[in-house]
């Protein structure tokens, strides 16, 4: 199994950015397919990007398409992703997970197997 890690949460103004990071330990890190998933209060938890194992396939929610980027660094165990251009409609816990590949290759319907704890993402206005 693989254990994930979520930090760079935190407060920001509209227009500015962060970047959330993903630290693994365990087997095979680049075994799983790795995604960004939020859930802002009240709301279910949404789909906000994904990546291949080798790093060479993304996908993204349309709200969030040109505005974030997700990469991975198996080398270090790690992933990211950079958000940029923030709006109030950001705010939520934001979550790693991680999915063994199985069925159809479709990133944006990835149903990881590992989670990490999430990490609160907040938008001032």
């Known amino acids: 199994q693989v254990q994930l890690v979520e930090s760079g949460g935190g407060l920001v103004q509209a227009g500015g950015s962060l970047r959330l990071s993903c630290a693994a330990s365990g087997r095979s890190f680049g075994t799983y397919r790795i995604g960004w998933f939020r859930q802002a209060p009240g709301k279910a938890r949404e789909f906000v990007a994904g990546i291949s194992r080798n790093g060479g396939d993304t996908a993204y929610a349309d709200s969030v398409q040109g505005r974030f980027s997700i990469s991975r660094d198996n080398a270090n165990n790690a992933a990211y992703l950079q958000m940029n251009s923030l709006n109030s409609e950001d705010t939520a816990v934001y979550y790693c997970?991680?999915?063994?590949?199985?069925?159809?290759?479709?990133?944006?319907?990835?149903?990881?197997?590992?989670w990490g704890k999430g990490t609160l993402v907040t938008v001032s206005q």
């Open positions: 997970g991680a999915e063994w590949p199985s069925g159809v290759y479709v990133l944006k319907a990835m149903n990881p197997e590992y």
